[in-house]
Structure formats: C-alpha cells, structure tokens
C-alpha cells in the first residue's frame, strides 16, 4: 500500500535529493526520501536492540557478586602469566 503525503524539505535537502535521482542513483524523489526512512528506521530498530541488551547486562551485573579490584588485577594477571606462558615469553 502506498501513502501520499506531503512534506517539507529545506533547500539543501531538495538539492541534495534531485542531485541523486539526476546521477541515475535513485528513480524519483519519492525513492530517496522512501530508502532515508528505511535506514533510519533499521538504525532505530538496532538502537533499541542495543539499549535492551545493555540493561539484561546491567541486570544481570547487579544480581551476581562483587569482585574486587584486587581480585580482577590478580585474574589478569594470571590469564597474562599463561598466555606467556603459551607462547614462550
């Protein structure tokens, strides 16, 4: 289904819309401004993806059990000592 609306675009905009359906890159105005919606909503679509798995991160950090500084500093250091160790160094 298609809709009709009417919109505003600033001079700048037009021209850079015609530039493109003049290049061949795009078939109408229409086609440009239809693919600019697309991509905004696929770019709104993973940002929200994103915000969602940051908070079951958050929820998941906030349930487990502290962990010092001095501990993680240890266990890096531990996981520093066997890759030396691995690879001879």
């Known amino acids: 289904m298609t809709v009709k609306s009417s919109i505003s675009l600033t001079d700048s905009q037009d021209a850079f819309v015609r530039e493109l359906v003049d290049q061949g890159r795009y078939p109408s105005v229409s086609a440009v401004l239809q693919q600019g919606l697309e991509l905004l ?49």
């Open 41 to 89: 909503r696929l770019r709104t679509e993973g940002e929200e993806l994103e915000v969602e798995a940051l908070r079951k991160l958050l929820g998941v950090r906030r349930e487990a059990a502290f962990v010092s500084g001095a501990t993680i500093k240890g266990r890096i250091a531990a996981i520093a000592d066997k890759k030396r160790g691995t690879y001879g160094v």
